[in-house]
């Protein structure tokens, strides 16, 4: 099993809706990432957050707002989206290097949630 | 620039036969790291194998080994003893500057890999 949880694992919602979805790791990360995958492409970085600060947008939509209530959670809220945004939102976690020790940079995902845009 | 190139869309190997899929990178960045991670159809990326640019060896986990040939920027990765569980979405990943970093992990276009008996 995962150790990154994402609800829901699926939506639908309409232009006009506002909805959040939510990650969640316990493993003492300091690191979560939002990474968007349309269908048969990779994935795409969206927002990083390193120790609860945003650190990287990669020139995201406002439409897409991303918190980080405390370290083990992260949300994505979205209002106001396009069709086109209809895509699979995966959430990871790493170990910030900061923290100190070797570790290779890797990235935990989540299963993601599957949002469908009306 | 494309920093990550994966050059099979798609793949095809006999169960228990081994089977390479390609990446080949490119970065001036004297550290980095190399990611390979399988996506199945449900949706999760599951990390498989790590290289970093100054590790002396190639990296190996159970049945997955990466080729890491430095001079051609390329770290294929080796499944051997394929199983049918395999087939599934295969990206190669990079991840620029040292381990300190919490740094971007670019991803290839993909490799998807099917497993017949």
């Known amino acids: 099993d995962t150790e990154v949880t994402q609800t829901p694992k699926h939506l639908v919602m309409g232009m006009t809706n506002k909805k959040s979805l939510k990650c969640e790791q316990h493993?003492?990360?300091?690191?979560m990432y939002w990474y968007k995958q349309k269908a048969k492409k990779p994935p795409e970085l969206m927002f990083v957050?390193?120790?609860?600060?945003?650190?990287i947008n990669e020139s995201v939509p406002s439409r897409f707002s991303p918190e980080c209530p405390n370290s083990s959670l992260l949300n994505l809220h979205l209002h106001a989206l396009q069709p086109e945004d209809s895509a699979l939102y995966l959430c990871?976690?790493?170990?910030?290097?900061?923290?100190?020790?070797?570790?290779?940079?890797?990235?935990?995902f989540g299963e993601g949630s599957r949002l469908t845009v009306l | 620039a494309q920093k990550i190139t994966q050059t099979q869309p798609g793949m095809f190997v006999q169960e228990k036969e081994a089977v390479t899929l390609d990446c080949t990178y490119d970065?001036?960045?004297?550290?980095?790291?190399l990611f390979w991670y399988k996506q199945p159809s449900s949706g999760e990326m599951i990390f498989l194998i790590y290289?970093?640019?100054?590790?002396?060896q190639n990296a190996t986990e159970g049945r997955y080994s990466l080729n890491f040939q430095k001079a051609r920027k390329s770290a294929n990765l080796v499944i051997s003893a394929s199983q049918l569980g395999d087939s599934a979405m295969y990206f190669c990943?990079?991840?620029?500057?040292?381990?300190?970093?919490?740094?971007?992990?670019?991803f290839g276009t993909g490799t998807r890999l099917q497993v017949f008996p």
């Open positions: 990871a976690s790493s170990q910030e290097g900061l923290a100190g020790g070797y570790h290779t940079g890797e990235l935990f």
């Open positions: 493993m003492g990360h300091r690191a």
């Open positions: 970065t001036s960045d004297p550290s980095y790291g």
């Open positions: 990943a990079m991840r620029e500057g040292g381990t300190y970093n919490t740094d971007k992990l670019i």
């Open positions: 290289q970093g640019s100054y590790d002396q």
């Open positions: 957050y390193s120790y609860e600060k945003l650190s």
